[in-house]
């Protein structure tokens, strides 16, 4: 696996830019999220667009910071719809501690491995992001 740079210095200062990861109530997930932002995550994670080519992001999420908005509106919306989804036994709460999880690490990887320099996103960013998470466990 590649070395990840990670300007992160603290635990605290991840908490501070996603409060969201105090709404995963596993301990054992939760933590996860933490080690996988705090070891993996890459410096472009908070600062590119989510969309490079312009398309299926609104215009805040296609500039600067906006992987970072992109990924607490998906988390927001997540948390929201998946109470209902418990509700109608679709899932059951350690899965929607899981989906939680998933919402914030799901774009960490976006543009792929820093080293590889790519300026546009990657199709399988999703996949790479949880092979680097199950890496770091």
Not at 29 to 53: H, K, L, Q
Not at 80 to 107: F, M, P, V
Request: charge should be negative.
């Amino acid at each position: 696996m590649d070395r990840i740079h990670n300007s992160l210095y603290s635990e605290e200062e991840l908490l501070r830019r996603l409060p969201e990861i105090d709404a995963i109530y596993v301990e054992e997930i939760r933590d996860a999220v933490i080690r996988t932002f705090m070891r993996g995550c890459p410096d472009y994670f908070w600062e590119r667009p989510s969309s490079s080519s312009g398309k299926y992001h609104s215009v805040d999420e296609r500039g600067k910071y906006g992987n970072w908005i992109h990924t607490k509106r998906v988390f927001a919306e997540y948390n929201n719809i998946s109470q209902s989804w418990i509700e109608l036994n679709e899932i059951n709460q350690y899965e929607r501690e899981c989906g939680k999880a998933a919402a914030l690490i799901h774009d960490m990887m976006k543009y792929g491995w820093p080293s590889s320099g790519n300026d546009h996103t990657v199709n399988n960013h999703d996949i790479i992001a949880a092979n680097v998470a199950k890496y770091i466990g």
